[in-house]
């Protein structure tokens, strides 16, 4: 347990459907992360998160949508997704977003099929 | 941009050493992490070097050469447990988010 948690671990939707992944850490860190992982790719970063404001969209597009209620809640609403989109999504947080030592704890994932 | 490299795949016996290598180019260095990935669960931290050196903490050790853009992470008597995927994460100048490589996927075999 890392403190961070992530629902659902995995989801299966198609290609018209909404859907939204959450993630809760319980760390009481004040930046969370949105990466994703495909096989043999590196993990790669779509959105940054500092005391709910967004610093970072790593040119994402935007049938993702990140959304950050508070410090502790982040979401990734999902639309209109491609095959491609196929992936790990992981969430993941830091005590701050800052030059020094940022350790990020990360959420097991979730297990995106897009039919 | 940022380009970190580490090998894909190695394989070792337990109770061996390995070395697993990561080399990068980035615009200035802020940090490098080391993380660890068992299948399906989620990254976990193992070590972060700033200044050049070794960091030792216990059968894991990590070693930074800034100016050779350098890193390794030294794993001795090797478990089956540390099969895993190996994550080398380099904050670049400027930057206050690691950039990731590949992965090195670790085997370990009796």
């Known amino acids: 347990e890392t403190g961070v948690t992530q629902t659902p671990r995995h989801l299966v939707m198609g290609m018209t459907n909404k859907k939204s992944l959450k993630c809760e850490q319980h760390?009481?860190?004040?930046?969370m992360y949105w990466y994703k992982q495909s096989a043999k790719k590196p993990l790669e970063l779509m959105f940054v998160?500092?005391?709910?404001?967004?610093?970072e969209n790593n040119s994402v597009p935007s049938r993702f949508s990140p959304e950050c209620p508070n410090s502790s809640h982040l979401f990734l609403h999902l639309h209109t997704l491609q095959p491609e989109d196929s992936a790990l999504y992981l969430c993941?947080?830091?005590?701050?977003?800052?030059?020094?030592?940022?350790?990020?704890?990360f959420g097991p994932g979730t297990r995106l099929t897009v039919l | 941009g940022q380009n970190i490299d580490q090998p894909t795949e190695m394989t070792a016996t337990e109770g061996a050493i390995v070395q697993i290598n990561c080399t990068y180019q980035t615009s200035g260095f802020n940090g490098l992490f080391w993380y660890q990935q068992h299948a399906g669960e989620a990254p976990t931290f193992l070590s972060y070097n700033v200044l050049d050196g070794l960091e030792e903490k216990g059968r894991f050790s990590s070693f930074l050469s800034r100016s050779k853009g350098y890193s390794y992470l030294l794993l001795k008597e090797l478990q089956m447990k540390d099969s895993a995927s190996y994550l080398c994460?380099?904050?670049?100048?400027?930057?206050?988010?690691?950039?990731f490589g590949r992965g090195t996927s670790l085997i370990v075999h009796p």
């Open positions: 994460a380099v904050t670049p100048g400027g930057s206050y988010i690691p950039t």
């Open positions: 998160y500092s005391l709910e404001e967004r610093v």
């Open positions: 993941a947080s830091s005590q701050e977003l800052g030059p020094s030592y940022n350790e990020q704890f």
């Open positions: 760390l009481g860190h004040n930046a």
